[in-house]
């Protein structure tokens, strides 16, 4: 458990996709400030994380932008509100405090954050995302010591031989990270092919031919060391060959799978692995907790981005209510209210 000061919020969006973005303007403009929780380790979720060059065409205003562009575009929107993010750390733990009148909620990670918030909107889209894991026998005995699945602190690789395994973005975003900072870093993937960004792979190659990192093709077969403490890995490459690679952090990237998680115990009333809200402000069945995006579900509900957009609009003035109860909120358009522009910073 962390040892520090618990973090104290009128409303923890849990989750930082495309919905969960829009939330904190939304609350902003209610002058409510938010901080957002994500198992990933950047803002964006699925859109950022899985197809980020992917184009998406049903945004109103833009004919075409891709995952990445929405997420960046969302990210500018709301720097005059200050979010704060709490990056590759999943929430383990809702406890209420309050009152269906006056809720609060203690809120614990899996990284021993604790949050004390007033209300929580749960913007996780179908769940928590979740490694998936590469089939290696014991690899569960290094997991938390040896091999990792995301990177919380860079300082922890400095002087390390790092072996990562994939060849997407995270894979080539974290093997280019770690390289200054770790004695060795070794990418090894099943063939000469990459996935991810092409500067990203141009420059790679680049290290490895000026012999600052090392790269392989084959795959892990099995893992060397006592665990939890990890030494190396014996791999194979596709002419059936085995090679060692000396390594005492391995970070696998093997892609993302859907889960539903932790939110299974979170005393809500699920339907077939979603949440249930209303659709006047999209409140779950616990007073204060609401459910936006591809994670609730409703009659007629449509998983697009533009109906989260809508419910996390509806649900921030319910917040409102539950975080200055009694306070007269008169509805104004942004283009014709000099305050609110102000907040922006455009007036």
């Not at 969960?20 to 902003?28: D, I, K, N, S, T």
Request: a negative charge.
């Amino acid at each position: 458990m962390s040892e520090e000061m618990p973090v104290t919020t009128d409303c923890l969006i849990i989750g930082a996709g495309p919905v969960g973005l829009f939330a904190v303007f939304e609350l902003g403009l209610l002058d409510i400030r938010a901080h957002l929780v994500d198992i990933l380790g950047k803002p964006g979720g699925q859109c950022a994380e899985l197809y980020p060059e992917k184009p998406i065409y049903d945004i109103p205003g833009y004919p075409i932008v891709t995952g990445q562009e929405l997420t960046d575009n969302l990210l500018k929107q709301i720097e005059p509100f200050h979010p704060t993010f709490h990056f590759g750390e999943m929430v383990s733990a809702i406890t209420p405090t309050g009152s269906a009148e006056a809720p609060s909620f203690t809120v614990t990670t899996d990284a021993g954050t604790v949050f004390h918030a007033r209300t929580i909107m749960i913007a996780a889209g179908g769940g928590s995302f979740q490694p998936k894991k590469p089939p290696i026998e014991n690899i569960g005995a290094y997991e938390g010591t040896s091999v990792f699945y995301a990177v919380r602190k860079m300082e922890d690789y400095r002087g390390r031989d790092v072996l990562i395994v994939g060849g997407g973005d995270s894979a080539l975003d974290w093997a280019l990270n770690l390289q200054p900072l770790a004695r060795r870093v070794t990418i090894l993937h099943r063939r000469d092919d990459f996935r991810a960004a092409p500067h990203s792979v141009e420059k790679m190659r680049a290290l490895v031919a000026a012999g600052e990192m090392d790269l392989k093709i084959g795959q892990v077969t099995s893992l060397k060391g006592t665990a939890p403490h990890l030494a190396g890995a014996l791999c194979r490459d596709n002419e059936d060959n085995a090679f060692e690679i000396t390594a005492d952090r391995m970070l696998p990237f093997f892609g993302l799978t859907m889960k539903l998680g932790p939110i299974a115990d979170w005393g809500l009333n699920l339907h077939e692995n979603l949440i249930a809200a209303d659709t006047e402000k999209f409140e779950t069945s616990v007073p204060g907790i609401f459910a936006v995006g591809d994670i609730n579900t409703y009659p007629g509900k449509l998983k697009l981005i533009l109906s989260g957009f809508h419910e996390a609009t509806l649900a921030a003035q319910k917040i409102n209510r539950y975080v200055n109860p009694g306070k007269k909120v008169v509805f104004q358009y942004t283009t014709s209210s000099t305050a609110l522009q102000r907040k922006l910073g455009v007036a």
